[in-house]
């Protein structure tokens, strides 16, 4: 059984399935296109020459479980392999009670690096602190945490459910956070009612809903060739003091995990 693996990887590199310059990569039963820079996409198919910070918000809460957050985890991280590129940082919020930050933009430079991490991040059930994550995930987009001036802001949020958590702040987070970046994609999992998530999501074309963990990558095309567009930003103006609202007198470096609790926050890599 393990050399037919082999074998099987090695025939999908042998039809040299990657364009654009793409270098096919054997993985344990597929393959993976390492792509040239300025494309994206499982084939390298995508051109995607825009630099961007993409921060990804993940509900962690108990209705989620912690298969399914492995699921989300793992769906989660083939979208940085999708998108790999240099032009590219990523940050990673989850969220149950309140928002844990996993890393900034500027923790890692490298997309093999942050897939791995994010694989590793440690489940942490509980509410459906919504409000909280939005709230923080809009801060995060500042030089403090890495985040680039010229850069395009992208979020991408996956959640299972309706916040529970002063949910009355939960509509007005999003508008605001809404305000500070580019775009903000939600996909709801399991959804009866998706009219949360539809407002938390910049358009209804960047909502997306599957009915369980297991069919994440259906929409994982959409979701990598919709990050790869180009999205206009509304700006406030620049005399327009923002407030992110929130019922905690915490302020952001107590209501987020700091950088430096970052190892207890994921599981350690295994060894072989």
Request: hydrophobic share 35%; with cysteine; charged share 25%.
């Amino acid at each position: 059984m393990f050399v037919f693996i082999i074998l099987k990887a090695s025939t999908f590199c042998d039809s040299n399935p990657c364009q654009n310059n793409g270098v096919c990569e054997p993985a344990s039963s597929t393959f993976r296109c390492k792509c040239a820079n300025g494309y994206a996409g499982r084939f390298c198919e995508r051109r995607c020459e825009i630099v961007k910070d993409i921060a990804f918000v993940l509900d962690s809460s108990s209705s989620v479980g912690e298969i399914n957050f492995e699921r989300m985890l793992d769906f989660t991280s083939k979208l940085v392999d999708d998108l790999a590129d240099r032009n590219m940082r990523y940050a990673l919020i989850t969220y149950s009670n309140a928002a844990t930050l996993v890393f900034t933009f500027s923790r890692y430079s490298d997309a093999e690096t942050v897939a791995s991490i994010i694989k590793r991040t440690a489940y942490k059930p509980g509410s459906t602190n919504t409000a909280s994550a939005l709230a923080n995930a809009a801060d995060i987009f500042s030089i403090d945490y890495g985040s680039r001036p010229s850069a395009e802001k992208v979020v991408i949020l996956i959640t299972d459910g309706l916040s529970n958590v002063d949910y009355h702040l939960t509509i007005p987070n999003a508008q605001r956070l809404k305000a500070r970046v580019n775009k903000v994609m939600a996909i709801g999992v399991g959804l009866d009612n998706t009219e949360e998530i539809r407002q938390i999501a910049s358009d209804d074309k960047f909502m997306y809903t599957v009915q369980d963990f297991t069919l994440l990558e259906d929409v994982e095309n959409d979701i990598v060739g919709d990050t790869c567009l180009m999205q206009e930003r509304k700006d406030l103006r620049d005399d327009v003091e923002m407030e992110i609202e929130t019922d905690s007198e915490d302020d952001f470096g107590d209501d987020i995990e700091s950088e430096n609790n970052y190892e207890r926050v994921t599981r350690p890599l295994s060894v072989a």
